[in-house]
């Protein structure tokens, strides 16, 4: 049993490892349901005057 959990925890600390050197910002703090994590709603005029 001792060496599932030794396992688990190696393989654990590996990914949180190559986690972090692949795309750094890893955020372990759960569900997020604020406002600043959506994305900003695109300008009417945004698109028109692109064309």
């Not at 050197?21 to 994590?37: F, S």
């Amino acid at each position: 049993m001792w060496k599932l959990l030794l396992g688990f925890v190696i393989f654990a600390a590996v990914a949180l490892v190559v986690l972090k050197k692949a795309g750094g910002d890893i955020d372990l703090g759960g569900e997020k349901h604020g406002v600043e994590t959506h994305a900003e709603p695109a300008k009417p005029g945004a698109s028109a005057a692109s064309h």
